[in-house]
T-cell receptor, first 111, second 110 residues
């Protein structure tokens, strides 16, 4: 039973346009959500997070939106750049011990 | 400040061999984790530790053992490697929610 789902394995976006990556979760006890970015042959790096008490968090070109009623979060990247090409994982937690990761979405930003 | 380091970076084992993967962090984090990443499966938690001397099972613990004798080190052991353990292994550490990952160990079991 996958508690965190990223239903789009891949996404291709033109440079300068918006990238929207989606994530759904099933466990209503999750109260903190994170996005990680992973380049090939490297470990994942933390990108941005959001607490369930908020519905939006912004950091530069990256914004995460949380819709608790739909159990859905999304990551917006505006404008997209070629260096954003990577695999993006969303993760969720209901306590401080463990994160539950999605399967990842591979983003490709082309010129 | 090296962050999280993993040793070795690559390893090829024959079925039945044993090995230990070493993870070290210099951020004084209490929590440490071992994950495996397989195609289409995301990151799956193998074992984790909430402090020196403690360990706990994650989602896929079978075939692995861990030890946390020192706060800065977290060891992952494979006692009898199987082809199903071919994967990329990541270690992570954290203070709170945000986990910091090492560069990974690519393990192939033939």
């Amino acid at each position: 039973d996958q508690q965190v789902k990223q239903n789009s394995p891949s996404l291709s976006v033109q440079e300068g346009r918006i990238s929207i990556l989606n994530c759904d979760y099933t466990n209503s006890m999750f109260d903190y959500f994170l996005w990680y970015k992973k380049y090939p042959a490297e470990g994942p790096t933390f990108l941005i997070s959001i607490s369930s008490i908020k519905d939006k968090n912004e950091d530069g070109r990256f914004t995460v939106f949380l819709n608790k009623s739909a159990k859905h979060l999304s990551l917006h990247i505006v404008p997209s750049q070629p260096g954003d090409s990577a695999v993006y994982f969303c993760a969720a937690t209901g306590d401080t011990d463990k994160l539950i990761f999605g399967t990842g979405t591979r983003l490709q930003v082309f010129p | 400040n090296a962050g999280v380091t993993q040793t070795p970076k690559f390893r090829v084992l024959k079925t039945g061999q044993s090995m230990t993967l070493l993870c070290a962090q210099d951020m004084n984090h209490e929590y440490m984790y071992w994950y495996r990443q397989d195609p289409g499966m995301g990151l799956r938690l193998i074992h984790y530790s909430v402090g020196e001397g403690t360990t706990a099972k994650g989602e896929v613990p079978d075939g692995y053992n861990v030890s946390r004798l020192k706060k800065q080190n977290f060891l992952l052991g494979l006692e009898s490697a199987a082809p199903s353990q071919t994967s990329v292994y990541f270690c992570a550490s954290s203070y709170r929610y945000e986990q910091y990952f090492g560069p990974g160990t690519r393990l192939t079991v033939t």
